[in-house]
């Protein structure tokens, strides 16, 4: 079966430091993968998808990358946090012509 | 663009009452539907879905048609649990806008039951 790991689950860091969150798809192969951020009180934002290796597609411009250096793997990174990073990050994946995705557990950022 | 649009919450209702979250919708093609659950401190799951107009999705007591009509997807329970407790997402996914599989997400309706 498939499963998807989001690690760490909750992160403290400060203003000026550099991120890296790690999401990881088990049995499956070629996935379309997402980032999503879910800001205090708000709804879910597309931050970036990625349809192949190698291959990022970002929605919104911000302070955030994205890397998908193995089929199965997808990686947000930031140079330099800033507070308005805050917030609670998941990833998804979905099999190429399938509807809808499968979430991972999330990542709570804060940033201080 | 496609869009989705929920009731604003937070919606408090007391145990065994009838829940009913409206969502509406704008789409280019004939997307498909989604309601996907948060509880506390968790990520999504899918709830239930719907493919195409005049599907009726369930799971769990919850159930959304697919109105094309009124381009809607309203998410009903007949009785509700304490345990419902959760912030509730309608979704859609529009193969004729993108073929990336992208879901567009409403802004999430919070739903507190009491005992």
């Known amino acids: 079966s498939q499963t998807i790991h989001q690690w760490p689950a909750t992160l403290v860091q400060p203003v000026g430091s550099p991120l890296s969150l790690e999401c990881t798809v088990e049995g499956t192969s070629n996935p379309n993968l997402y980032w999503y951020r879910q800001a205090a009180g708000r709804g879910l934002q597309l931050l970036f998808y990625?349809?192949?290796?190698?291959?990022i597609s970002s929605e919104v411009p911000q302070n955030l990358s994205a890397s998908r250096p193995q089929d199965r793997q997808f990686i947000l990174s930031s140079k330099k946090l800033l507070l308005s990073d805050s917030g609670f990050y998941l990833c998804?994946?979905?099999?190429?012509?399938?509807?809808?995705?499968?979430f991972g557990s999330g990542t709570r950022l804060t940033v201080v | 663009g496609d869009s989705v649009t929920q009731m604003e919450g937070p919606v408090t209702l007391s145990e065994e009452a009838f829940l009913t979250i409206n969502c509406t919708y704008t789409a280019t093609g004939y997307p498909s539907l989604f309601w996907y659950v948060q509880y506390p401190g968790e990520g999504l799951q899918l709830l239930l879905k719907a493919t195409k107009a005049d599907d009726k999705g369930s799971n769990k007591g919850f159930e959304a048609t697919y109105r094309k009509e009124t381009t809607s997807f309203h998410l009903e329970k007949g009785s509700v649990q304490v345990s419902d407790s959760a912030v509730y997402f309608c979704?859609?996914?529009?193969?004729?806008?993108?073929?990336?599989?992208?879901?567009?997400f409403g802004q999430g309706t919070t739903l507190q039951v009491k005992p």
């Open positions: 990625s349809v192949g290796i190698g291959q």
């Open positions: 998804a994946w979905r099999r190429q012509g399938v509807v809808g995705y499968t």
């Open positions: 979704a859609l996914s529009d193969p004729y806008s993108s073929n990336t599989g992208k879901l567009i």
